[in-house]
């Protein structure tokens, strides 16, 4: 098996709000990974003293605990009970009302020698590759169908925010957790899993550079460093370019390669 992970922040100045982790049972096959993408609030503030970095680790801390103390709990209640702890710790000091209240995207796998479950809430991406190279993408397209103009909108994306018709994210509520993307899948049928914020996908998402599968590839070949790496060139690239219709040149990027299985060696390669 093998794993790596690495996590870039957008620019110095600001602290990097993804959140990323792995463990490994000491004993057995089992395992299980977190992503989180902390939402970086607009000018107006979010109603908390602490601040996204705060909730992420929180939030990330007990989803990757809890994942692993309770095998037998589903994923998705597994993210409703992390959510129930974190706002627990903040709900005397902070307003957890607010609409902007800290929140984050999630994608947690965990895997033991029979299956893979997976859960993945707003624009974070997983991919479950196949031992025959089929990779899977599982996304949580709502906040895709929110169209742009909408987005810049502070007010009018706060109105989608967490609202039936608009898009989820993990943040004060533990029902969210319901509207999450589960599934289970055969151990046998994977051999690779990787978890992407959304500035890492940017290699195929919004740069096109080539498919899920490529990026597999590429996560395979170069590591996780690498294709964060590859990223941020095109970024640069971009900017020189005059591409400017992006929200930000460089974002927080993530990513998080799990080999679960060696490469199955095809006939003549
Ligand atoms: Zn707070």
Redesign the pocket.
Known sequence: MRFELASVPGTAERPNEDWASLALPASGQGGSLVVLDGVTPPRGGDG???GVP?FTSHLGGALLELSGSHRDMPLAEVLALSIRRTADT?RE??DLSHVRT?QATVVAVRWDGESVEHLVLSDSTLLLESPNGVVHAVLDDRLDRVPREVLRSVSATDALRNQDGGFFTAAADPGVAARAVTGTTPRADVRAVAALTDGASRWTDLFAEGSWADLMGLLSREGPHGLVGRVRALETADALRGGGTRWKIHDDATAVYAELRDPVALPGT
Do not use: I, Q
Request: aromatic fraction near 12%; hydrophobic fraction near 25%; include cysteine.
């Open positions: 908390c003293v602490h705060w903040h000091s902070c800290p």
